[in-house]
Nanobody, 121 residues
Framework: QVQLVESGGGLVQVGGSLRVSCAGS????????MGWFRQAPGKEREFVAA????????YYADSVKGRFTISRDNAKNTVYLQMNRLKPEDTAVYYC??????????????WGQGTQVTVSS
């Protein structure tokens, strides 16, 4: 069982930066592949970024590639999403997710409650 709690969302201007964090509970955190998804109003939840259990492999949606960076610190049971050059279309609720193998081609087993990111123009 893994419990995930996101933090760090907020209001930022176009072109600005923001880092959201996801703290996981349990001693098995490092055994999970982690990822970030987002859901904008009126839209379906979409994949944003993911990384492997070791953090050695990362994956990004085309819409955020080159602007967002996902990372993890297994010693702190935390996953981060650094978001740079933010655009209004990045406005969404951002969710952290976990799966024992991959969140890219598997449905995550665990989800956080989400954190709101709003990019204002």
């Amino acid at each position: 069982q893994v419990q995930l709690v996101e933090s760090g969302g907020g209001l930022v201007q176009v072109g600005g930066s923001l880092r959201v964090s996801c703290a996981g509970s349990g001693r098995t955190f490092s055994r999970y592949a982690m990822g970030w998804f987002r859901q904008a109003p009126g839209k379906e939840r979409e994949f944003v970024a993911a990384l492997s259990r070791s953090g050695g492999s990362t994956y990004y949606a085309d819409s955020v590639k080159g602007r967002f960076t996902i990372s993890r610190d297994n010693a702190k049971n935390t996953v981060y999403l650094q978001m740079n050059r933010l655009k209004p279309e990045d406005t969404a609720v951002y969710y952290c997710a976990a799966h024992p193998i991959s969140v890219v081609d598997r449905t995550p087993n665990y989800w956080g409650q989400g954190t709101q990111v709003t990019v204002s123009s």
